[in-house]
């Protein structure tokens, strides 16, 4: 029954994600610990105020991203959802996303490409499996870039696995959210009704959270009210936790958000002031005088001489006489104000631990809401607890007890759902022991059982879980998992102490209820704790519940432990530890093997990506395009504050004067690959994402090509049969051979970027720019040989650019697999196949194995040094303004060298454009021409070629000269400017790794340059 709901599941919340997530995938609060380091507010301020100006300062030399409309070509052909499209119909000139992804992804799901019960159907299956799940995006928004990312990443590594052969499950979900969620329907039902979540009964308020999801209409989150199979997974592991004494209800401080009524976690801001408060002889330091009223002692250092004499000592509260013990502890900080200080454990988290230490009362003297208790007497009763702080200074006044203030910067907890500063208070809720659960975590990392990928972040992750505290799980809310634990009231019974049990069910609490107290269950009365639990709770159940646990599926037998897990680094405390330790826990098995976390998605300003400041980039308006006014719009719909609206608004101006133009599926996945994400936050630029775009149409373009030249030759022949025989052939073999070698360790060391990388510069600068440029005489029949050669090389070279083009596009696949699919599938005609091809998606992935007799490591270096010779030819050209003009081109140099040009010769001759290359070696009195002639163009290749291009009207010198000279004042004035950017203080801590790495190879090529320049005018002068 489990397999069957989660079938559907699955099913149905993936045809929801298809809003955007179809498109970009395949299916298949805590305890607060202390920060490193923490940025005050002061410069968290100024950091935010730079980038404000940034924005708002207009810069005449960003223009913004500029493009130009492009033809939007559509399929036209009728097509039944979920049916093949028809490749067979006339290929379009020019590459359209909207053309291309239509259709692919609902056939992909009809034949079952995704399912693992396609695997034994595969000729290539190995008994593997891979398995993960996606991290659950919040029920509250829209998916953005950051979601993007995630998916790009695992969507990728899913499709990659699938090719090698492997059992793929990748489950998608989402978070039901439960603080973020209330919130944002409490702010809509007060804006609209006046009326917040006490005036509705539990029921009715759910009702109307369901009803704000459907008004969203977040098709996406549709499945959650079908939840109940993960709700029976959190009820059972509350209860076994429970059993174990792993879960305890407590009374502890924790954060509570006044203005929202619930626990909350904290983030750090500040704030100050301090008042000695003198009775007796003690002189005590406070920044909360409004809790002055729960003092139930003064601490002091037992090494401080000042206090000596009062140790053991009582001295009398100013406003309720009650007398206060002075007590001593090392945790008295005697730097601090007068180096004795009031303590009040049910205010303050270091109070808290000197009331358990010390045995001291707790006195609560704020409320839930924010207002003064009646413990304070009737002049604070109900006053709120800002506006008693200004009532207790006034009355140590009038007391003649206040002695002054001093500014003392400090760290103030805000709600980061409501801007509230939060409040410590004293509150009975259930708790995990995590001190134990930490150590075992700690323990399979040092042990080699868990990798967590980059290596970097171990250190963080033994440091907060080797001080991690105990974990508070109970939530104040109403929508979420309710706690199943029951509060006991017996018949008759006089006892006043709560008395608690929980149960899988209200019927098996009542039972253990039972049994426990001895009575029968019909004189039981049970009320189950009207909290729910923390988010995080259920979502570190996710990796065995969405297989079924607790129950022992097929699901789980196969794919549990899952392969990997892969999120952002944000997410490595309050998820991916707590995962560890719960699935260690209730299964005793680590939930996955390896962790890989990816960077912080951040606009071009270094901001992160964040609804409350209007800067997150919807997928679905890069891949489709969107209008400026439309971005406008979103931003003015928000919840936003005025000043970030304006903020946001004045960079989407700047930033996309035209609005976003469509990009598409592929571009956006290739995009968002290319970027390091193991490291450095990314700062994601949507001219990247364009640019990717323009390298889409480059493939369709050379798919056209090979289209074009598969329909004039013979049928290629099968890679194992395909033998180059030119150079050229050759070397782009070994090109080939390399790519898939850097693509295999890309992807097993998941740096995807070096795979895109590999990828894009295979295809543009070695099969486009140069092989495809270099045959196109080859398959024109143009040659030396007699025509049976000549057939022999254009055959040749039209079955190594079809197996080039078919094995780059499988390359491709894992991360733009709608293009590659249809170029493939325009391919498939041509291929050597025994009809069982039915996708790319399912088909082997490249091998350098298949490939070990094209492997030609010499051709490599060989042909580095005729791309130099060409590329100092095209100089020449250039410096002499030829344009249709083809000169011939002598190149005087040693032997060894005029061996490797005589091999590529005729590529020598169409790149550069000269009609023939003359090779002179002096040294070794050996010459195929006569010398070269004196009235030419010279450049300089390696310092030790010297190339004359012959120039019909003779070559002015002197104008060379000039150009050459003009060019390295040129190029000397940039090399100075790039050298004193690396040079300023702090460089290498305050510049990306990146960036420093694109410095250095733009400083190493204007070295070069003007190396050869210098060259250049010496040879000039020479002849």
Not at 402 to 418: A, D, N
Not at 622 to 645: A, F
Not at 744 to 761: D, I, N, P, W
Request: glycine share 6%.
């Amino acid at each position: 029954a489990w397999r069957t709901f989660k079938k559907k599941f699955n099913r149905d919340l993936q045809k929801a994600w298809s809003t955007w997530g179809s498109r970009l995938c395949s299916q298949s609060s805590s305890s607060t610990q202390p920060s490193h380091h923490p940025r005050t507010q002061a410069e968290k301020a100024k950091r935010r105020q730079a980038r404000e100006k940034a924005i708002l300062s207009s810069d005449v030399n960003d223009p913004g991203l500029l493009w130009s409309d492009k033809e939007k070509i559509t399929y036209t052909a009728a097509l039944v959802p979920g049916e093949k499209k028809d490749t067979t119909l006339p290929f379009p000139q020019s590459y359209s996303p909207e053309y291309v992804e239509f259709g692919w992804y609902q056939w992909w799901e009809k034949q079952g490409f995704f399912s693992p019960e396609q695997h034994s159907k595969q000729p290539h299956a190995v008994d593997k499996y891979f398995s993960f799940c996606i991290p659950p995006p919040n029920v509250t928004g829209t998916l953005h870039l950051g979601h993007a990312l995630t998916v790009a990443i695992e969507d990728a590594l899913a499709r990659w696995r699938r090719m090698q052969g492997c059992k793929v499950l990748w489950v998608p979900g989402c978070d039901h959210a439960g603080i973020a969620t209330q919130s944002v329907v409490e702010r809509k039902l007060m804006r609209e009704q006046g009326k917040c979540r006490r005036d509705y009964s539990r029921e009715e308020f759910l009702k109307q959270v369901w009803r704000w999801k459907d008004e969203k209409g977040d098709e996406i989150y549709h499945q959650l009210r079908k939840l109940g199979g993960f709700s029976s997974a959190v009820t059972e592991a509350f209860v076994r936790l429970c059993d174990s004494g792993l879960i305890y209800r407590s009374e502890a401080l924790v954060n509570w958000s006044c203005a929202l009524e619930w626990t909350q976690r904290s983030c750090l801001a500040g704030l100050f002031c301090l008042f000695p408060v003198i009775k007796g002889e003690v002189a005590v330091s406070t920044t909360r005088p409004e809790t002055m009223l729960g003092d139930v002692a003064i601490a002091v250092h037992p090494d401080d001489p000042r206090y000596k004499d009062l140790h053991g000592k009582h001295c009398r509260h100013p406003f309720t006489e009650r007398l206060l013990p002075i007590i001593t502890d090392s945790m008295v900080d005697v730097t601090f104000g007068t180096g004795a200080v009031k303590v009040t454990p049910a205010h303050d988290h270091t109070d808290f631990l000197l009331s358990q230490r010390h045995s001291l009362p707790r006195l609560t003297v704020i409320g839930g809401d924010g207002t003064m208790t009646s413990d304070c007497g009737q002049w604070l009763e109900g006053v709120k607890r800002f506006d008693a702080r200004e009532r207790v200074i006034t009355a140590l006044m009038e007391r003649k007890l206040f002695r002054g203030k001093k500014e003392h910067p400090m760290s103030l907890p805000i709600c980061s759902r409501s801007g509230d500063v939060t409040e410590p208070l004293l509150k009975k809720q259930w708790f995990v022991r995590c001190q134990e659960m930490g150590r075992k975590a700690v323990q399979v990392m040092d042990e080699g059982d868990l990798q967590i990928i980059p290596h970097f972040y171990t250190k963080m992750w033994k440091s907060w879980l080797s001080n991690i505290s105990d974990w508070c799980i109970s939530r104040q809310l109403w929508w979420g998992h309710q706690i199943p634990a029951y509060r006991v009231t017996l018949e008759n019974s006089k006892d006043t102490e709560e008395q608690w049990v929980w149960g899988r069910s209200a019927a098996e609490a009542r039972q253990r209820a039972a049994v426990k107290f001895g009575v029968n269950p019909d004189a039981i009365t049970l009320t189950q704790d009207p909290d729910v639990l923390d988010t995080w709770f259920s979502s570190g159940l996710f990796p065995f519940a969405m297989l079924g646990w607790p129950q022992q599926t097929e699901d789980l037998k196969q794919f549990y432990p899952n392969s990997i897990l892969e999120t952002g680094s944000d997410l490595i405390f309050f998820w991916v530890a707590r995962m560890v330790m719960l699935g260690r826990e209730l299964t005793g098995q680590l939930p996955f093997k390896q962790v890989l976390f990816h960077s912080l998605v951040r606009d071009k300003y270094g901001r992160k990506m964040s609804k409350s400041l209007g800067n997150v980039i919807d997928p679905l308006d890069v891949i489709s395009g969107v209008s400026l006014e439309r971005l406008q719009e979103k931003v003015r719909e928000g919840n936003l504050d005025p000043r970030e609206s304006v903020v946001a608004m004045e960079a989407q101006k700047k930033d996309f004067p035209k609005g976003i133009p469509e990009c598409g599926t592929d571009a956006l996945r290739f995009a968002l690959c290319s970027y390091k994400a193991q490291g450095e936050d990314i700062s994601l630029s949507v001219s990247h994402v364009l640019s990717c775009r323009h390298f889409c149409n480059k493939m369709w373009q050379t798919v056209r090509f090979t289209l074009a030249t598969l329909h004039d030759a013979s049928l290629p022949t099968s890679l194992a049969e395909t033998y180059p025989l030119s150079g050229m052939d050759r070397w782009i073999c070994w090109r080939l051979y390399s790519t898939v070698q850097q693509c295999e360790r890309g992807f097993q060391s998941y740096e995807l970027h070096t795979v895109t990388s590999a990828l894009h510069s295979f295809w543009l600068h070695s099969l486009c720019d140069v092989y495809l440029e270099s045959i196109k005489p080859v398959l024109k029949g143009e040659g030396s040989g007699c025509e049976e050669q000549r057939d022999r090389e254009k055959q040749v070279a039209v079955s190594v650019l079809y197996h080039c083009v078919s094995i780059s596009l499988a390359l491709l696949s894992p991360i733009m697999p709608f293009l590659t699919e249809e170029l493939w599938q325009r391919l498939l005609p041509y291929a050597d196949s025994d009809g069982t091809s039915r996708s790319l998606c399912v088909q082997p992935y490249p091998k350098t194995s298949q490939l070990e007799h094209w492997c030609f490591p010499k051709e490599e270096a060989d042909f580095s040094l005729v791309q130099e010779v060409v590329r100092v030819a095209r100089l020449l050209r250039a410096q002499c303004q030829l344009t249709k003009e083809r000169p011939d081109l002598w190149a005087v140099c040693a032997p060894d060298q005029a061996e490797t040009l005589l091999r590529f010769r005729s590529a020598v001759c169409t790149l550069g454009r000269i009609s023939a290359l003359h090779l002179h070696c002096p040294e070794a009195g050996f010459s195929d021409s006569p010398p070269p002639p004196k009235a030419s163009a010279v450049g300089v290749v390696d310092h030790s070629i010297c190339l004359h291009l012959s120039v019909q009207n003779g070559i002015n010198a002197d104008k060379q000269r000039a150009l050459l000279s003009q060019r390295r004042e040129k190029l000397a004035s940039k090399l100075k400017q790039a050298l004193a950017r690396t040079q300023t203080p702090n460089y290498a801590e305050k510049v990306p790794n990146r960036v420093r790495q694109e410095t250095e190879n733009k400083i190493a090529a204007m070295e070069q340059e003007l190396k050869n320049i210098e060259d250049q005018l010496l040879a000039l002068e020479e002849t």
